[in-house]
């Protein structure tokens, strides 16, 4: 179901890059962690998901996982480096060759976008298959993400081109969710830990909405004043909240004391 991308020589510009900066071992730590997390929760497809983030300090440069390789098994000394031009300028392997497309153009074209995070998860997924729009606003986490949201209807097959990319960055727009109709969510955030954050509640609000659509029953909206108002207040704390999210539940990876989610 994948694609690898073409390999290309590592350019000489690049012979010098130093990638052991605070900051960007931060960042390939936290990147990392978030791939284990996810697997941990099941909200990975296969081999076939990716995540990243630009290199701290570069507008040009960024983190992705290397194809092959299930979520589980990603560290931070595996994680690519590649420029926006498909070179992997630190790291050994390729891109999966969507990963490439999606993530590159998405960095390009929308400059906000420090972190992207593409999956299959399923409940969210599930939201995808549906006529009309995914996530309704039925609860207070779906709340999160009220006015955040972009919805793609248009599936056009695998992103094996620039244009296929261009076109979901298009897309977004100013979105910080993508639903992909037919195919999966886009997450974008400035932070790995707004990412993670996002991507783990957007899932949980797309289980519930499952289950309360499960009943048959009639669903019960928030109307749009209490809707927008309490969006505001939790994106008040959002950040930190984020950091928070990221740093417990890293600390419960080390310790060992995460367990797989079974579906």
């Known amino acids: ?47 076939c998901n990716h995540f990243s983030a630009m290199v701290p300090g570069r507008d040009d440069l960024f983190f992705v996982n290397p194809y092959g390789y299930a979520f589980a098994e990603v560290t931070a000394e595996n994680l690519l480096v590649c420029d926006f031009h498909g070179h992997v300028v630190d790291g050994e392997g390729l891109p999966e060759a969507t990963a490439f497309y999606i993530h590159a153009r998405l960095h390009k074209q929308l400059p906000r976008v420090k972190v992207a995070f593409h ?23 779906a709340l999160k993400f009220y006015g955040r949201t972009a919805v793609d209807e248009h599936y056009n097959g695998l992103a094996l081109d620039e244009s296929e990319g261009d076109r979901i960055a298009s897309v977004m727009g ?41 009943t048959q029953r009639e669903l019960k909206p928030v109307p749009h004043e209490i809707a927008q108002r309490a969006y505001e207040q939790m994106r008040l ?18 310790k060992g004391d995460l367990r797989p989610t079974t579906a």
């Open 174 to 214: 100013n979105a910080d969710i993508v639903f992909l109709k037919n195919h999966g969510v886009i997450i974008a955030a400035p932070t790995i830990a707004e990412a993670w954050d996002d991507l783990y509640y957007l899932e949980r609000a797309a289980q519930v909405q499952l289950m309360a659509m499960a």
């Open 119 to 141: 999956t299959h998860m399923p409940h969210a997924t599930a939201l995808c298959l549906l006529q009309g729009p995914p996530l309704l606003w039925l609860g207070q986490t």
């Open 1 to 47: 179901m994948a694609h690898t991308l073409a390999g290309s020589s590592r350019p000489s510009r690049y012979a010098d890059l130093q990638l052991d900066s605070p900051a960007a071992i931060t960042a390939r730590t936290e990147l990392a962690a978030c791939f284990q997390l996810a697997a941990l929760h099941g909200l990975e497809e296969g081999i």
């Open 237 to 254: 704390g959002d950040a930190e909240s984020a950091r928070a999210h990221l740093h417990s539940a890293m600390r419960r990876l080390a």
